[in-house]
């Protein structure tokens, strides 16, 4: 069963900082894995997808790395803004069915 | 604009009543899923749909039962079977096929009264 693991919990930090997200998944057969952003009380926001065959991907501020074969990924947030403070969950998907979630990161951002 | 609606936003339910949440994309996905959501916890998979009039049970089916009579609706039932119901349940579509990613809904809150 796969299981995913998201480290730290929780960060605050001051705007402006760079910062890096990280999450682990045991088993590396996955198809792709898929970056969410969730503020509080809402539904998931898709932040990149990066699939298997892909190292990294890239949008706007947010850079998402793949290591798929130590079973890793990060999400690298570049000069971090009050309006990024929410959680950000991170899901390696198998098959069908099969996406795994983390519990998410929980980030605050002090002006 | 395409997307996916969840309804309604917020539901309360009484002891020994079952109750149905509604998720209706008009993305043109194929494949449809429920998750369910606990404070500071991830997703949990109950039951998923690959294409209409098929569905499969998800890591925590019992006490909640689906359909999938057409491409765009995928409601959720909550019975009275499901001990613990209160929490926040998430729907999501996806284009089915395995390289794709997901698209999710604004969610319910389900509180048992």
């Known amino acids: 069963k796969q299981e995913v693991t998201q480290i730290p919990a929780a960060l605050s930090v001051p705007e402006g900082e760079n910062l890096v997200l990280n999450c682990s998944f045991t088993?590396?057969?996955?198809?792709?894995l898929q970056w969410f952003r969730q503020d509080p009380g809402k539904g998931l926001t898709s932040l990149l997808l990066?699939?298997?065959?892909?190292r990294e991907q890239t949008s706007g501020r947010l850079n998402a790395s793949l290591d798929k074969s130590s079973g890793r990924s990060t999400l690298y947030i570049a000069a971090s803004q009050p309006g990024d403070s929410a959680t950000y969950l991170c899901a390696p998907r198998l098959r069908a069915g099969k996406s795994t979630f983390g519990d998410g990161t929980t980030l605050t951002v002090k002006p | 604009d395409g997307g996916i609606t969840q309804s309604p936003k917020y539901l309360f339910r009484k002891e020994g009543q079952n109750v149905t949440l509604s998720c209706e994309q008009n993305l043109n996905h194929d494949a449809m899923y429920w998750y369910r959501q606990d404070p500071g916890q991830g997703l949990r998979l109950i039951y998923y749909?690959?294409?209409?009039?098929?569905?499969q049970k998800g890591d925590i089916a019992e006490g909640y039962s689906v359909s999938r009579e057409k491409k765009e609706s995928f409601p959720l039932t909550v019975t009275s079977a499901q001990k613990n119901p209160t929490a926040f349940y998430l729907c999501?579509?996806?284009?089915?096929?395995?390289?794709?990613?997901?698209?999710f809904g604004s969610g319910t809150r389900l509180t048992v009264v």
């Open positions: 999501a579509s996806s284009r089915g096929r395995d390289n794709y990613g997901y698209t």
């Open positions: 088993d590396s057969a996955i198809y792709n």
């Open positions: 990066i699939q298997s065959s892909q």
């Open positions: 749909s690959q294409i209409v009039n098929d569905f």
